[in-house]
């Protein structure tokens, strides 16, 4: 009997030492790295838009009162 509980007080030694040594490098891993960030979300091509009907309204503009002047 003594033989029997010593050899599994050895063996509890073993897993408490090799637990030990082995958990915390596998708590420390990092998760999986974030999704990157969409390269369009909507917003350059709303400005894009915003921006070519601008001009155009400058253009519209300039002609309405181009032709508005009388010589």
Do not use: E, N, W
């Not at 601008?54 to 309405?64: D, H, P």
Request: glycine residues 6%.
């Amino acid at each position: 009997m003594a033989m029997r509980s010593s050899s599994l007080l050895f063996v509890f030694i073993v897993v408490v030492v090799v637990f030990s040594v082995f958990v915390p490098g596998i708590q420390a891993q990092k998760g999986f790295a974030p999704a990157p960030a969409p390269a369009s979300d909507g917003t350059t091509i709303d400005q894009g838009i915003a921006c070519v009907l601008m001009l155009l309204a400058l253009a519209v503009t300039y002609l309405v009162h181009v032709v508005d002047v009388p010589f």
